[in-house]
C-alpha cells in the first residue's frame, strides 16, 4: 500500500456523518492530488466538483452552491489565496486551505483571505475528518449505515489494490511529463518552475515518496529565492532520482 493509505494502524477513521445531499469544490491543478482527494473524501459521499485553476475555483464558486471549498495554495495562474479572496467577495461559504508549504505567517493570518481552516500536505484522514464534520453545516449530516464487518474490521480508510495501481500510474504520468519541462522553465518561468516542483514535492510526500518529495522542496525553495545556480547544479540530479523512481514503480 501507498503511503496515504495507511494512516495509522492503531485507530479507526470512520465517518461520524455522511453527507449525500452536500456539493464541495476541490481547486487542485494536479490531477493525481485530485484523484487522492478523491479518494480519501469518498467515505463521507459528498459530491465533488474539480477546478483546475484559481479563475476556475472563482466561476465555480459564483455559479454553483457549495458546503465546502477547498482550495489548493499554489496553483498556475491564480493562486488558492488570491481565489479565497475573491470568492469571498462575493459568498460565504466554509473554505479550506492546502497547502505543502504552512509559512509561521500564513498560519497565523490565513484567516483575513477568508479560510476557515487549513490542512497541511501531506493531510491525513482524521484531519480531513475534522474539517469536513467542523464546518460543513449540520443540516446535511446523515447518519452513515451500519456495516459491522466495516467497523469491525478497518483500521483506517484503505485503497483497494486496483485503485492504488491507478493512483501510482497517474503519479508516473505527471511527474514524467513535469520533468520534461523542468529544464526549460528555469530561466524563462521561474514562477512556473516553481509550481512545478511544488506539485511534485506535496504529490510525493502524500504518497510515501520522501526522497524525491525532499529534493523537489529544495529546488522549490530555490526558485522562491532566486538562487538560479542551485538549481542549475543540482536539477539533472532530481531528474535522474525521478526516472529512478518512476522505473521502480513501473516494473
Known amino acids: ?4 493509505a495507511a494512516e495509522s494502524s492503531e485507530k479507526t477513521v470512520l465517518p461520524t456523518y455522511v453527507y449525500p445531499d452536500a456539493r464541495v469544490l476541490l481547486a487542485e ?4 492530488n485530485q484523484k487522492l482527494f478523491k479518494e480519501l473524501i469518498a467515505p463521507w459521499q459528498l459530491q465533488v466538483d474539480v477546478a483546475e ?3 476556475q475555483a ?3 464558486a459564483l455559479n454553483h452552491n457549495y458546503q465546502m471549498i477547498f ?3 499554489l496553483m498556475p495562474g491564480m493562486d488558492g489565496l488570491t481565489a479565497a479572496t475573491k470568492i469571498r467577495e462575493h459568498r460565504k461559504y466554509p473554505m479550506v486551505l492546502l497547502t505543502a508549504d504552512m509559512t509561521e505567517e500564513l498560519q497565523k493570518h490565513y484567516t483575513e483571505y477568508g479560510f476557515d481552516a487549513y490542512m497541511q500536505k501531506p493531510f491525513l484522514v482524521h484531519e480531513l475528518k475534522q474539517v469536513i464534520e467542523t464546518h460543513i453545516h449540520p443540516g446535511y449530516r446523515r447518519m452513515p449505515q451500519a456495516d459491522p464487518v466495516t467497523k ?3 483500521s483506517d480508510i484503505r485503497m483497494n489494490v486496483t485503485t492504488e495501481k491507478e493512483i501510482l500510474e497517474v503519479y508516473c504520468q505527471e511527474l514524467a ?5 523542468l529544464s526549460g522553465l528555469v530561466h524563462s518561468d521561474i514562477d512556473l518552475f516553481r509550481t512545478k516542483v511544488h506539485g511534485i514535492k506535496s504529490a510525493s510526500k502524500q504518497l510515501g515518496f520522501i526522497d524525491v518529495g525532499e529534493q523537489a522542496e529544495i529546488l522549490e525553495m530555490s526558485a522562491k529565492v532566486g538562487n538560479l545556480s542551485y538549481i542549475d547544479r543540482h536539477l539533472q540530479s532530481f531528474i535522474d532520482a525521478c526516472n529512478r523512481l518512476i522505473r521502480v514503480i513501473l516494473r
Open 1 to 4: 500500500m501507498v503511503a496515504v
Open 29 to 32: 491543478d494536479m490531477v493525481l
Open 53 to 55: 485553476d484559481g479563475a
Open 58 to 60: 472563482v466561476e465555480a
Open 71 to 73: 482550495l489548493d495554495n
Open 152 to 154: 469491525a474490521d478497518a
Open 177 to 181: 511529463d513535469m520533468i520534461v519541462q
